[in-house]
């Protein structure tokens, strides 16, 4: 089962407090009936001018070319429900999240997703940071099981939302299935509740 | 001990705990649109399910309909393929769908309330994060993610963790001027916008007993804005009576039985919190934003923030923020030029805050070189308007009066803003790029002061403008 606790990969640091959904997907992306086209469109404000040039940014830096651990800060995910935030990180390549906190429906969005966030205080995030930058080569491995992640020879802790964690470990983190299974105590519930008489 | 309505609403919709210990959790009502709802839609066609419960779930369309021709095919392609979609989908699974013309459609924060549908003691949920809106009604109202719209179609229930519960007590009156948008934009810089993560916040306390149903809905619909998974109010009379006569919900003895219900679901006197915050409405001042968060806020006689007050991250949020807002840092925000005014979206776009503006507006004018657009809620409140001829008093004054939609909240229609084109707004979020455009900057406020902001062609206290100081 060491494939559901364990992630590897490489890393890029985005710097930034309260990076909201509107930043990782603006809303002119939101247009559109599915979201596999998301994937180029992340972050797109940030990393191109409006006709399209490449401004530099690190997700576009060679040396980070598919990373999928993303590193950022404090209230990452913040603004909107809308899943193709996730999405877009997701298709672009990201796993893995890390951040000092991240905003509750994102959190949840990329946990149905598969994408674990994991929270990591200022002081240890700064130094992972650091040697990710400087060592943009070099592989993670984050096991969800210890809440430890090694990077450069490093050991670094995380911690994680127990129910989001418990999901990943026992590979159930998309819910639908589980969801469906207590039928007839939905249908008890709903009939208990009564109906509200508010279709027509 | 007694117990809080968050507790008694989700042990009343409890459907049972999962293996992960997540709780799953009955959703009342269900509401959709066009943006979160086709991915979900595929989703359960892959998965081979139906909807479990399509009369308890509604569609609208509301984000990405143009305001000022709404005739089909519009002219975005992929916006009228969304509205199709939507169509298509909600015919095939026996779902209410309030189409454009139906004298029903609207922002579904809008929509919900004005027909009804939202009662007390409700889940709700809506791919929507302003989906807070709905606790005004003393609702546990959820924001929830496309995988998760997908869960509610097809079991009706969602899995999620409890929430805690903060009680934000708002005590004493508020001043002449000062509104329900000055109140969450305060509650939200003083307690910041991360500061309600992991919270359901009760708000209560003199001045939100003395509020509107809409009023309150201002507040509850920006708990987002301020990190709380939803925010209720506990239903009162004033609830019941906004509730009365409305299309969907029951009538006669049955309205008498669903109060008594209803009633029920109020937080106990010797209910317990997991915190509680007292906030005195004295003190709130007409607020305006001048960074890119809801939280970087200062009441309108301020100066703008030095960074150099503060040290370490919080400098070069500070830093960046004005950068961004092209704002001068210890300059007084009063007097910061504007290219747009605009009134509308769940926060502010229903009938009263159209009155409350059309009251002060009469005999301004808005400013030479200020585009300004009335956009509302809901073609129930743009009938209400122009019952009431508000349209003609807002387009005498210079601004345009639109047809009913999101608009310029977050332009996903064309409604946009124009380069770094600075927009007073009375919307719910300032964050960079969200009117349209990728410099476009926000200056959130209340309707009336983007009244007085789009008349003066600057931000301005409505309070001088309109002369209500006296008033009182
Ligand atoms: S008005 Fe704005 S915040 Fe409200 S639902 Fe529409 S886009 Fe979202």
Redesign the interface.
């Given at each position: 089962m060491s494939d559901l606790h364990q992630r590897s990969g490489r890393a890029v640091y985005v710097p930034g407090n309260d990076i909201d959904t509107d930043r990782i997907i603006p809303a002119r992306f939101l247009k559109c009936v599915t979201f596999d086209e998301l994937g180029p469109a992340l972050f797109y404000d940030e990393r191109f001018e409006s006709e399209g040039a490449s401004k530099g940014h690190v997700l576009d830096a060679p040396q980070h070319a598919g990373a999928s651990v993303l590193i950022s800060d404090v209230n990452f995910g913040c603004g909107s429900s809308r899943e193709h935030a996730p999405q877009a990180l997701q298709k672009f390549g990201f796993k893995v999240v890390i951040a000092e906190s991240f905003a509750e429906i994102f959190h949840g969005n990329c946990t149905t997703l598969g994408i674990p966030c994991l929270k990591m205080a200022a002081e240890p995030r700064g130094m992972l940071a650091d040697l990710v930058t400087q060592l943009p080569e070099a592989e993670m491995l984050i096991d969800l099981q210890t809440k430890t992640l090694i990077f450069a020879n490093q050991s670094f802790n995380f911690d994680m939302l127990e129910s989001s964690r418990e999901a990943f470990l026992s590979g159930r983190f998309d819910p639908l299935d589980e969801l469906l299974v207590a039928k007839s105590k939905i249908a008890e519930v709903a009939a208990r509740l009564g109906n509200v008489s508010m279709s027509r | 001990m007694g117990k809080n309505l968050y507790q008694k609403v989700w042990d009343?919709?409890?459907?049972?705990t999962?293996?992960?210990?997540?709780c799953?959790v009955?959703m009342?009502?269900h509401l959709i649109h066009e943006?979160?709802s086709?991915?979900a839609f595929?989703m359960l066609k892959d998965?081979g399910?139906k909807v479990?419960?399509p009369?308890?779930t509604?569609a609208t369309v509301d984000?990405?309909i143009p305001t000022d021709d709404q005739s089909r095919p519009f002219q975005?392609e992929?916006?009228d393929?969304?509205i199709s979609?939507l169509a298509e989908s909600t015919q095939t699974h026996g779902i209410?769908f309030f189409q454009p013309n139906s004298g029903s459609q609207g922002i579904v924060h809008v929509v919900g309330p004005e027909l009804g549908?939202t009662?007390p003691g409700?889940t709700i949920c809506c791919?929507?994060?302003h989906?807070s809106t709905h606790g005004a009604f003393g609702c546990i109202a959820l924001?929830?993610?496309?995988?998760?719209v997908?869960?509610v179609l097809?079991?009706?229930?969602?899995?999620m963790?409890p929430l805690k519960v903060r009680r934000i007590e708002v005590q004493g009156t508020l001043g002449p001027g000062v509104t329900a948008k000055d109140v969450t934009l305060h509650i939200i810089r003083t307690l910041g916008?991360?500061g309600g993560?992991?919270f359901a916040y009760e708000y209560a306390g003199p001045v939100i007993d003395q509020m509107t149903m809409e009023e309150r809905m201002t507040v509850c619909n920006m708990s987002?804005e301020g990190?709380a998974?939803c925010g209720y109010i506990n239903p009162d009379q004033t609830t019941f009576d906004y509730l009365k006569g409305r299309e969907?919900?029951?009538q006669d003895a049955?309205f008498e039985a669903a109060v008594e219900r209803w009633a029920s679901y109020a937080s106990d006197a010797d209910a317990s919190y997991d915190d509680i915050v007292i906030i005195d409405g004295g003190e709130i001042e007409p607020t305006v934003t001048w960074g890119v968060?809801p939280g970087q806020a200062i009441n309108v006689r301020e100066r703008v923030p030095d960074p150099s007050t503060v040290s370490g991250?919080d400098q070069e949020?500070m830093s960046d923020a004005l950068r961004y807002m092209q704002l001068e840092p210890g300059a007084p925000i009063a007097g910061t030029a504007i290219d747009v005014a605009f009134i509308g979206s769940c926060t502010n776009g229903r009938i009263s805050d159209f009155q409350a503006v059309a009251q002060v507006i009469k005999g301004h004018r808005v400013a030479d070189g200020v585009r300004a657009i009335a956009v509302p809620g809901s073609e129930k409140v743009d009938a209400e308007a122009r019952a009431l001829g508000l349209d003609q008093v807002f387009t005498e004054a210079g601004f345009e009066w639109r047809l009913p939609g999101c608009s310029m909240c977050?332009?996903?229609n064309p409604d946009k803003l124009v380069g770094d084109e600075v927009c007073a707004s009375s919307s719910n979020?300032n964050?960079?790029?969200?009117q349209?455009s990728?410099t476009g900057r926000t200056i959130l406020m209340s309707p009336v002061m983007v009244a007085a902001s789009a008349v003066s062609g600057c931000v301005a206290d409505a309070r001088v403008v309109f002369g209500l100081e006296q008033s009182s």
């Open positions: - | 009343d919709h409890l459907v049972g999962l293996e992960n210990r997540q799953q009955f009342a009502l943006v979160t086709p991915q595929g998965k399910l479990a419960f009369e308890r509604f984000h990405i975005d992929m916006a393929r969304m979609v209410e549908l009662q409700m791919g929507d994060s989906t924001g929830i993610g496309t995988s998760q997908r869960d097809a079991s009706q229930t969602l899995a963790d916008v991360n993560v992991g987002i990190g998974r969907r919900v029951p049955a968060t991250l949020l977050l332009a996903m979020r964050f960079m790029g969200r349209g990728a």
